[in-house]
């Protein structure tokens, strides 16, 4: 749901990335970080760097259904992952079954209120530029063989 969110927000270039880290098994991975939403940074840099040789990125906590808030030495660990790979910032993401999942992001030692996606991500997509923006090329073959076989 988290990629989902992401996904609908990700309207300007430079893109968004999530990046899904799974461990054995396709199963959940040992580690703090659940996901990776990575980016190039498209800044002016210092010498020798040029545009887009560095990146932007978010970690992102994901808790499901009946799952705590991580605890205090969870978001140490979040922070210090944060730090030492220089992440823009660190968001929680709980979802629970039947509803939207929620942002939030990590500030000092607190999750903030329930943030808007797009304030993260970019405005969000409407359906008809979703469907507008990339022709799905298998309509297009059952449209040429149904007009073929008229």
Not at 45 to 55: E, N, S, T, V
Not at 99 to 127: C, N, Q, T, Y
Request: glycine share 8%; with cysteine; aromatic share 6%.
């Amino acid at each position: 749901m988290t990629a989902v969110i992401i996904g609908r927000n990700n309207t300007q270039a430079p893109f968004w990335h999530v990046i899904n880290f799974l461990g054995p098994g396709k199963c959940e991975p040992r580690g703090i970080v659940d996901l990776l939403a990575i980016r190039k940074n498209q800044g002016d840099h210092a010498l020798p760097l040029k545009r887009g040789d560095l990146f932007d990125m978010i970690l992102i906590q994901v808790k499901g259904g009946s799952a705590k808030r991580p605890s205090s030495e969870e978001r140490e660990r979040l922070r210090s992952v944060a730090e030492t790979y220089g992440a823009r910032m660190i968001l929680l993401s709980e979802w629970k079954q039947g509803s939207k999942a929620v942002l939030r992001r990590l500030e000092h030692d607190e999750w903030s209120e329930a943030i808007d996606p797009a304030e993260v991500f970019g405005p969000r997509r409407k359906l008809k530029q979703i469907a507008s923006a990339a022709p799905n090329a298998a309509s297009k073959a059952w449209a040429t063989r149904r007009a073929r076989s008229r």
